[in-house]
């Protein structure tokens, strides 16, 4: 069975209190190396990010063309995988990977079979590689 832990031990602060309380308003010292990682060392989105992605979700969503999502994480990566079916694979995975931030860009759109589509320095820009797609289905209705 799984241990219990406490919110503050796994954001990397002590497990029982043992050390003093910060202020509100003070950051942490035990920042993550990188950012969009947590002091555990996993790689996430951000709320502005997330909310860019979701915003997209919703519209493929409305608009048929997506209909489940699953979201990964470990210490290099954030997957953010589309499914067309839920019993399908992957039809697109946005990942956010921020080790390649200054040589190729933190977020890439990859497509079922594996090949990046787009990849950038910003994740509107990269999505942008949906913009057509959500075009087209405007111009539908």
């Known amino acids: ?48 990010e997330f909310d860019l992605i979701l915003r997209l979700y919703g519209v493929m969503v409305a608009a048929g063309e997506w209909r489940d999502y699953a979201i990964g994480h470990d210490s290099e990566s954030c997957p953010f995988a589309v499914y067309r079916r839920t019993s399908d694979g992957a039809l697109y995975r946005i990942v956010k990977t921020p080790k390649l931030a200054k040589k190729q860009g933190a977020y890439a759109v990859l497509g079922a079979d594996g090949r990046v589509m787009k990849r950038g320095r910003s994740l509107a820009q990269t999505l942008g590689v949906f913009e057509r797609k959500v075009m087209k289905l405007v111009e539908a209705e």
Request: hydrophobic share 30%; charged share 20%.
């Open 1 to 48: 069975m799984a241990d219990i832990v406490t919110l503050d031990s796994y954001r990397g602060g002590d497990a029982g209190g043992q050390g003093a309380s910060q202020p509100t308003g003070q950051k942490s010292a035990q920042n993550p190396a990188q950012k969009g990682q947590n002091a555990a060392g996993h790689v996430f989105f951000d709320r502005r």
